[in-house]
């Protein structure tokens, strides 16, 4: 009988990792003195507008804020922070924070969080950012205390 549970838990494991396939892009910054948004927008990525999804590394520990700067909007429109897998997310039931209805024209910026890993982390320690017609840049900012 222990063989047989061993045997369907290496299993489940196996199977857990092989669907794992996210790429990192881990351009995380840390925000340490005041003042120190400078080192900022070295860290911005493109904004993928078409539904795909942007992820990034979740540093163990801290709440991130995502900056979002909209260059361009079109018709119906989001910004979709995905909320995570239980476990670790303990509180994704929430689900998902969606921000709809951007401004004609863009030019917007938004300070976006903090989002806790307790709700937003999947369980390969990832943050989902995914947009619908926007264009623009994101950068994901460590809050550090």
């Known amino acids: 009988m222990k063989k047989i549970f061993a045997f369907l838990l290496?299993?489940?494991?196996l199977t857990g990792a092989a669907s794992a396939t996210y790429t990192a892009i881990s351009k995380v910054v840390s925000l340490d003195n005041e003042n120190d948004y400078a080192s900022a927008p070295a860290s911005w990525d493109t904004l993928l507008g078409n539904g795909s999804v942007n992820y990034y590394a979740w540093p163990g520990g801290y709440d991130l804020i995502l900056m979002v700067n909209v260059t361009g909007v079109k018709a119906t429109n989001y910004l979709n922070v995905m909320a995570g897998d239980n476990p670790p997310a303990f509180r994704s039931d929430i689900g998902n924070l969606t921000i709809s209805?951007?401004?004609?024209g863009g030019n917007e910026v938004r300070f976006i969080g903090p989002l806790e890993s307790a709700r937003f982390m999947n369980s390969t320690g990832y943050l989902q950012v995914s947009s619908k017609n926007l264009t623009g840049k994101l950068a994901v900012l460590k809050v550090v205390s």
């Open 10 to 13: 290496m299993l489940m494991l």
């Open 101 to 104: 209805n951007w401004t004609d």
